[in-house]
């Protein structure tokens, strides 16, 4: 779905001065009743893909003119790669650590001769502990990487740890709209993504007794699947998402747009419908005790795109959906135990 295929939403919000994409697009959200995750995750190139915002849906859903939000928003300018730049980098590199080498030897050499650290210092224009280093190894030691925690993350990472520790199989695009739905905050999915993978990797090297049980993210996904409540939220939520999307597929078809586009959106709209028509009669009363049947019939006679639908829309409702996507396909109809 590109910029001029979606339309402006009915509130419109004006940038703020020294105000970021990420924030503009929250108050857009938050002004016109939407989640600030959903909202950010149609602006992206294809859709739900996380990635950077798109100059030209911003201002079609805002209603504003592209140049207009560039003057607003500088970070919305897709940045240039200068062709070639990696390689001169990797050359500059290469030439740095063999003028370190060189100098190492001609201090070495001049140590040999019998001048001072003091000489060789000024001899070579360097530190006394760079001469020091130089007299222990001929082989210069490598550059201290620094680590440093995004500063974007500060005052998050006791939500992240709270949310890992409630449902150690959370995916990170769960944690990311968490974050911008319950706690107002705009941090970007990879800076969320690198400090997941962090934690979980130091929770897997810490060392475990012997009687103590595998958690559930040493085993990959949980044992069990979530309570019902949780799923019929989830399904209540699903279905939420599907009719705004379908009104976005089906509002968005002009007259004067190729007729392959618009069946290609009407054909996703038709099997979203399809998907979530059979939803709305588990949720009555007195099937919603069976609504795990249904989820698995559905996702059993789904086709891959159906699927993939799915799975993405319940990843983004940081919903554990393992219990269901594991399953293999399947025709036959889910058992009804009630009338």
């Known amino acids: 779905?590109?910029?001029?295929?979606?339309?402006?939403?009915?509130?419109?919000?004006?940038?703020?001065?020294?105000?970021?994409?990420?924030?503009?697009?929250?108050?857009?959200?938050?002004?016109?009743?939407?989640?600030?995750?959903?909202?950010?995750?149609?602006?992206?190139?294809?859709?739900?893909?996380?990635?950077?915002?798109?100059?030209?849906?911003?201002?079609?859903?805002?209603?504003?003119?592209?140049?207009?939000?560039?003057?607003?928003?500088?970070?919305?300018?897709?940045?240039?790669?200068?062709?070639?730049?990696?390689?001169?980098?990797?050359?500059?590199?290469?030439?740095?650590?063999?003028?370190?080498?060189?100098?190492?030897a001609a201090i070495r050499y001049d140590a040999r001769l019998g001048m001072s650290i003091r000489a060789l210092a000024t001899k070579h224009h360097v530190g006394r502990r760079t001469v020091g280093k130089a007299l222990q190894s001929e082989i210069p030691p490598p550059r201290k990487k620094i680590e440093r925690q995004p500063t974007v993350l500060l005052g998050l990472r006791e939500h992240i740890d709270a949310m890992l520790e409630a449902n150690p199989a959370i995916t990170a695009a769960a944690i990311w709209q968490r974050l911008h739905d319950e706690h107002d905050a705009t941090p970007s999915y990879p800076a969320v993504r690198t400090y997941i993978t962090t934690r979980r990797t130091a929770r897997l090297q810490r060392p475990r007794l012997v009687d103590e049980p595998?958690?559930?993210?040493?085993?990959?996904?949980?044992?069990?699947?979530?309570?019902?409540?949780?799923?019929?939220?989830?399904?209540?939520?699903?279905?939420?998402?599907?009719?705004?999307?379908?009104?976005?597929?089906?509002?968005?078809?002009?007259?004067?747009?190729?007729?392959?586009?618009?069946?290609?959106?009407?054909?996703?709209?038709?099997?979203?419908?399809?998907?979530?028509?059979?939803?709305?009669?588990?949720?009555?009363?007195?099937?919603?005790?069976?609504?795990?049947?249904?989820?698995?019939?559905?996702?059993?006679?789904?086709n891959t795109r159906q699927r993939r639908w799915l799975q993405t829309r319940l990843e983004q409702l940081g919903y554990d959906h393992h219990w269901l996507t594991d399953l293999p396909p399947d025709t036959s109809p889910p058992a009804r135990n009630r009338p």
Request: hydrophobic letters at 40%; aromatic letters at 4%.
């Open 1 to 104: 779905m590109t910029g001029d295929q979606l339309l402006p939403l009915p509130r419109q919000v004006r940038p703020s001065a020294a105000e970021t994409a990420e924030r503009y697009v929250h108050r857009l959200a938050e002004a016109n009743h939407l989640r600030p995750s959903y909202l950010r995750l149609l602006l992206t190139t294809p859709p739900n893909s996380l990635g950077p915002i798109q100059l030209d849906k911003l201002a079609a859903l805002a209603g504003r003119d592209p140049a207009n939000l560039v003057r607003a928003l500088p970070e919305l300018v897709p940045r240039t790669r200068t062709p070639g730049r990696s390689r001169e980098n990797e050359a500059r590199k290469t030439l740095n650590e063999q003028r370190k080498r060189e100098r190492f």
């Open 214 to 302: 595998p958690t559930a993210l040493a085993i990959g996904r949980p044992t069990n699947a979530p309570p019902a409540a949780a799923t019929e939220e989830a399904t209540v939520r699903l279905l939420h998402l599907a009719f705004l999307e379908i009104r976005l597929l089906t509002a968005s078809i002009h007259n004067d747009q190729l007729i392959g586009a618009a069946d290609q959106r009407r054909k996703h709209a038709n099997e979203i419908a399809d998907i979530c028509h059979d939803l709305i009669s588990w949720l009555a009363p007195h099937r919603r005790d069976d609504l795990a049947d249904g989820l698995r019939h559905q996702w059993r006679t789904a």
